[in-house]
């Protein structure tokens, strides 16, 4: 291989490198904008929830403990849904240290509210007992609405802080808290034959067995959850490239054309002959019309040419087939033939020469000449099939495809804005959906057309 095979080679394999990388950061970037949205709306969700839920627990506590001591708990339930509201703005995706510390502040204030007892309560209830009525199932909630927002490393995190904190709590009350007098000798004496039971039932006791279990289930069950919220984060992805995809289809098909090719599975590979129309516009004069403009100018004027038209073909559910510079190429009927095709490409032309007019108007006001086109329709047999290798293009080939362009050609020579075929306009008459679209229409027989070994009649608009 010679030095410059090898150097055009290289060169080639780096811009191939270089364009895969853009491709994938730009997945990168919707798959990010689609978790971020995600998340906002999980956010949203889950402090619903947390409004929904801590008030129904702040009914219940009162129904398990009917006194007025228990308003100390109302207080704090209030705190962790004002903590829940903070969370919902500091949240992101990505790491956020504020988002990270407000949750470890939550469980906090669970765990506080858990083990230590009500200052207002002026019953003497052994320390240990807090451990003993159940609590810990509270953390249940903080950890489910943790999924609906949270990446899965977050709500493992949830698990392994809360168990973390719980078993500190445990640590901490035994060593500072002192046993009720009297209570652990009374279970003694009726339960003395079976060690473990009087344990049990000993108010005294924290059962650290227990404890310990309810730490491991809650951490396991944070594993899985958090699991699970990876893998619906990775469909999530995908469903935002299927998204991207349907956003790039919607750049070239109707609306209606991209969700019949989203559900169906490899529609465009079959290659097929099909009747469609073919619909061919183009500036008429750009040349001489570009001559004196700023290259830039030119750019924006052919954006704005090309934007208004393609909003045309796809109102009137074409398939923009290419862009030819100053002009493009449209079919109807492609990918999926439907019962109008002809008509909706004819309404279409009468639509783009009414955008053309308007625009024109505003160009008008701004000083701007005044931006002419032309517009050739053909209706007949074309092959419809994908080409290319690795790289597909969706393409429609034949006489068909030709004829329309030799049509816009065509109005040049009869000085009119739009030029169909005669089948094109006995088509539009058999689909009789849009009849009022031939008025006006002038029909100029034995015209000349390149290709053709025969003369046709055409019909044009002025």
């Not at 899985?224 to 995809?245: D, M, P, Y």
């Not at 539009?428 to 015209?447: F, I, M, S, T, Y």
Request: hydrophobic share 50%; with cysteine; proline share 3%.
């Amino acid at each position: 291989m010679t030095d410059t095979a090898f150097a055009t080679g290289t060169g080639a394999a780096r811009a191939e490198d270089a364009g895969s990388q853009e491709l994938s950061a730009a997945e990168g970037r919707f798959a990010e904008a689609a978790l971020d949205a995600h998340k906002r709306r999980g956010l949203q969700l889950a402090v619903r929830a947390r409004w929904i839920a801590l008030p129904i627990v702040a009914v219940f506590i009162v129904f398990l403990n009917p006194v007025w001591s228990v308003l100390y708990y109302h207080g704090l339930l209030a705190l962790l849904c004002l903590n829940g509201w903070f969370i919902s703005r500091a949240g992101k995706v990505g790491k956020s240290r504020l988002e990270l510390f407000l949750i470890f502040l939550d469980l906090a204030v669970m765990t506080f509210a858990l083990v230590v007892p009500n200052p207002f309560d002026v019953r003497e209830i052994p320390a240990a007992m807090h451990y003993r009525f159940d609590n810990f199932q509270y953390f249940f909630i903080i950890l489910a609405a943790g999924t609906m927002a949270y990446s899965w490393r977050t709500v493992i995190a949830i698990g392994t802080w809360t168990a973390m904190m719980w078993l500190s709590a445990l640590g901490l009350v035994w060593w500072f808290s002192s046993p009720v007098p009297g209570l652990t000798e009374a279970v003694g004496a009726a339960l003395g034959f079976e060690p473990e039971l009087a344990e049990f039932f000993d108010p005294n006791s924290f059962v650290v067995k227990l404890r310990v279990q309810e730490a491991l289930v809650f951490v396991l069950v944070a594993v899985t959850l958090g699991f699970s919220v990876r893998r619906f984060n990775g469909l999530l992805r995908s469903n935002a490239n299927l998204t991207r995809e349907r956003v790039n289809l919607s750049r070239y098909f109707s609306p209606n054309v991209v969700e019949q090719l989203s559900q169906n599975d490899e529609p465009l590979k079959q290659v097929r002959s099909e009747n469609v129309a073919v619909l061919f516009i183009d500036i008429i004069g750009f040349t001489r019309l570009s001559a004196g403009m700023d290259p830039h100018a030119v750019i924006d004027l052919l954006r704005e040419f090309h934007g208004r038209m393609e909003r045309e073909v796809f109102r009137h559910h074409g398939t923009l087939d290419k862009y030819l510079g100053d002009g493009l190429m449209a079919t109807f009927g492609t990918p999926v033939a439907g019962k109008q095709d002809a008509t909706n490409a004819l309404a279409c032309a009468h639509a783009m020469r009414a955008s053309l007019s308007r625009w024109n108007r505003d160009r008008a006001k701004q000083g701007k000449p005044e931006i002419r086109a032309g517009i050739g329709i053909h209706y007949g047999e074309a092959l419809l099939g994908d080409i290319g290798a690795n790289r597909l293009e969706y393409a429609v080939l034949g006489m068909t495809v030709n004829i329309a362009a030799r049509l816009e050609n065509l109005t040049r020579r009869l000085q009119t804005s739009i030029v169909v075929s005669e089948t094109m306009a006995a088509q539009v008459k058999a689909e009789l959906a849009g009849l009022d679209l031939l008025d006006g229409a002038a029909r100029h027989p034995d015209q000349e057309v390149r290709g053709l070994d025969q003369p046709m009649t055409v019909f044009a608009w002025a």
